[in-house]
């Protein structure tokens, strides 16, 4: 009787081991298709858009992706274009973009792409048009709280500084000290504060990199 339980403990573990390994199997197999179907589906976004991308310019300025998964490439005097892994569209000056040249992509909260371009101009596309906010909006010289960076607020290259769009409004932040009462077409006009990159860290640091005076950070308290 004792012989007969032990052989069916025996045949019930080893029941529960196969169901087990063919459980993990079919995981592992369910994993490695999953992985298998991800590689080709990239694969097949990258033949269509190498198919297509000889009919790009090749002077690459920025690259950015949208929350919806189009990717946008910027170039040097081709405007901007928009690849939704089928199709590759691009947008130029005609399309209202402020100029051809396009130096950085942003996307706000709203989902609209944001574009800083040569001139340092600023256009906004909302998904049917664009706006050039650096003619719709007025530009003020921004006072040293301006310089406070928020999680929402979008910053572009300017001629002598920053524009920092919070709010609904562009203000231009003049990185030059002697510059409060600079004549307000100074954002277009490169100097030596003229800045061509711009990182938010983490601390919520900003930082600015400039055409002749290096690097200058704003720490929430004053800018250095």
């Not at 004549?183 to 400039?210: E, H, Q």
């Amino acid at each position: 009787m004792n012989h007969l339980k032990i052989i069916l403990v025996q045949s019930t573990i080893v029941a529960f081991i196969i169901i087990c390994l063919n459980s993990c199997n079919g995981k592992i197999q369910n994993k490695n298709k999953t992985n298998e179907d991800g590689k080709a589906n990239l694969t097949h976004q990258l033949n269509s858009f190498n198919a297509i991308s000889n009919s790009m310019d090749k002077n690459i300025r920025s690259i950015f992706q949208d929350k919806n998964g189009n990717y946008w490439i910027g170039t040097n005097g081709a405007g901007v274009y928009r690849y939704d892994t089928k199709t590759l569209t691009q947008f130029t000056v005609k399309e209202g973009l402020a100029d051809n040249q396009v130096l950085n992509i942003q996307e706000d909260d709203l989902g609209n792409i944001w574009f800083g371009t040569g001139k340092f101009g600023i256009s906004k596309f909302d998904g049917k048009k664009f706006t050039i906010h650096t003619k719709k909006v007025k530009i003020t010289h921004g006072a040293k709280t301006n310089w406070q960076s928020t999680n929402n607020d979008l910053w572009f290259y300017a001629g002598g500084g920053v524009f920092r769009y919070s709010n609904s409004s562009l203000n231009y932040l003049p990185l030059d000290p002697s510059s409060s009462n600079i004549k307000t077409n100074a954002p277009f006009l490169l100097s030596r504060y003229g800045v061509y990159s711009i990182l938010k860290d983490k601390k919520g640091n900003v930082w600015f990199g400039t055409q002749a005076e290096g690097v200058c950070r704003y720490d929430g308290k004053k800018l250095t």
